[in-house]
């Protein structure tokens, strides 16, 4: 089929239209870097092959952009809206490959148009990495099952290598492969024997040195992955299931998420083209892991993301069956768009978010210059050594805004540690080292005063900066000036 028929042009003014649409927010929006933007900008300036919480795709991207277009907010993201849109072209790729460019163009269009898309391209996360990974992996084997040569092998296997080096999420898609090897005839002739074996070994290669970063360090990041399941609370949560699958109408769309449970459905029964089954399992294996996961103990709203890279398939591959079905998928989509315009047009300005109530969403990425100016004219009161955060978004934030970017008159920002252990990265590398020098304590937490205490030889409490976030809003951080801190041995603060 012709690479530039109809639906491929469609799509392409479609998601060419889209870029051109977030690339203009991105550059114009007052909206400063959130802690964990502002922690994986921190990565990118020390380049590593793994780092505390996650695998270190993340920071080689940011650094990639940043050290061509500078240090800006809009440079450190600048990356997302341009994966989310391969991402889409590659789901419109595979689709095709597996169906036909029809399906193809409305699996790419429910993708880009997804509510958490929208949101995605105008930060920095990992998942932007994980799905474009997801997306050329599936797309490599649907080639492969087409009976593809040795090309398609390497495109695999570096898809699921740089997919464990975004995000450790990218080994849901194993079982489901080594299971098309057992019971899918395409996928063993592809996949059995040597091709099979250099896949493995790609993807192992490329995973290597992060493990062994993970080795010389603990374990961190795998040792963070499964706290993350935090099992050792209550086992029966059934109100975080509730949760989890109400917070994945905003994930997929309102219309669109229960679009793909009817499709998984009558995929599972044998009532849609093969290989839907396969696409399936691709999408229900992450929502089923993590709905388990919410009832034994909790689940965050994007932790089953890989399910949305085969999901918009199945949905497009579901609702062209009839034109009913598919005007349901297309109102879903425009309802869906309209809100995320009139969400994002509100958001486009500080006044406009004061102004129809959106300021707590936003307070933390407003004010940090103006947070680190403040600090900077304690730092003149006396002679420091260090400025100290005991939170780690504050942390980053400061890092960001302050001591890297050189507004915090070059005094050394640390980490307070609140037990002996690390809990993330800045505790892992730049922890505040036993001294007797004073130090400036920057508090977000107000109820450490008493491990302030057993910690520092002497602590005054100073006046607290307070910055105005708009709306009554305000960042509240205890000031403290201490002498005499040594690190805890302690592993039970909490």
């Known amino acids: 089929m012709n690479t530039f028929d109809s639906p491929a042009r469609k799509l392409a003014l479609l998601l060419f239209g889209l870029l051109f649409i977030r690339l203009i927010v991105l550059f114009t929006a007052p909206w400063g870097l959130h802690g964990d933007e502002a922690q994986y900008w921190a990565w990118s300036q020390d380049l590593a092959y793994g780092y505390f919480s996650k695998p270190p795709m993340i920071a080689w991207v940011i650094a990639a952009t940043t050290s061509v277009f500078g240090q800006a907010e809009w440079a450190v993201r600048l990356a997302a809206p341009f ?47 994980l799905l474009i990974c997801w997306a050329v992996a599936l797309h490599g084997w649907a080639c492969l099952r087409d009976g ?11 898809a699921l290598g740089f997919g464990l080096l975004s995000k450790y999420a990218m080994a849901f898609m194993v079982p489901v492969l080594v299971a098309a090897v057992l019971f899918d005839g395409p996928s063993r002739r592809a996949l059995l024997g040597v091709k099979g074996f250099v896949i493995a070994g790609i993807a192992a290669a490329l995973l290597a040195p992060n493990l062994m970063w993970n080795a010389a360090n603990d374990f961190a990041t795998i040792s963070h992955t499964a706290e993350n399941a935090n099992l050792g609370r209550d086992l029966f949560n059934p109100e975080e299931v509730f949760q989890f699958w109400g917070d994945q109408l905003g994930v997929f769309g309102i219309i669109p998420f229960p679009l793909l449970l009817i499709a998984l459905v009558s995929a599972f029964r044998g009532n849609l083209p093969k290989p839907a089954r396969w696409l399936a399992a691709l999408s229900a294996l992450p929502l089923i892991a993590i709905t388990l996961e919410a009832l034994l103990s909790r689940a965050n ?3 089953a993301v890989t399910a949305y890279v085969a999901g918009p398939i199945l949905v497009a591959l579901w609702a062209t069956q009839s034109s009913k079905r598919l005007a349901w998928l297309k109102w879903g989509l425009v309802a869906q768009t309209a809100i995320s315009l009139f969400v994002g047009g509100m958001a486009a300005t500080e006044r406009s978010v004061d102004a129809v109530g959106l300021t707590n969403s936003v307070k933390r990425l407003r004010a940090w210059p103006e947070t680190t100016a403040l600090i900077q004219a304690r730092l003149a009161e006396d002679d420091y050594a ?6 780690r978004l504050v942390f980053y934030d400061l890092y960001y805004y302050g001591a890297e970017r050189d507004r915090l008159a070059g005094t050394k920002l640390a980490m307070w540690s609140l037990n002996a252990s690390p809990s993330h990265h800045a505790n892992l590398t730049q922890v505040l080292p036993d001294t007797d020098q004073p130090v400036l304590l920057i508090s977000y937490h107000h109820n450490y005063d008493k491990y ?25 951080l205890k000031v403290w000036r201490g002498t005499g801190y040594r690190k805890t041995t302690r592993e039970d603060r909490t």
């Open 148 to 158: 593809e040569g040795w090309g398609r092998v390497v495109q695999l296997g570096l």
């Open 83 to 129: 994966l989310h849109f391969a991402t889409s072209m590659m789901i419109f790729l595979a689709t095709r490959r597996f169906f036909d460019a029809r399906v193809g163009f409305w699996a790419a269009t429910t993708y880009a148009l997804m509510p958490s898309v929208w949101l995605s391209s105008f930060i920095m996360s990992t998942d932007a990495t």
């Open 452 to 476: 302030f205490r057993e910690d520092f030889a002497t602590l005054e409490a100073l006046p607290p900066i307070k910055v105005d976030l708009g709306r009554g809003k305000i960042r509240d």
């Open 301 to 303: 709203a994007n932790w």
């Open 386 to 391: 260090f400025v100290v955060a005991d939170n």
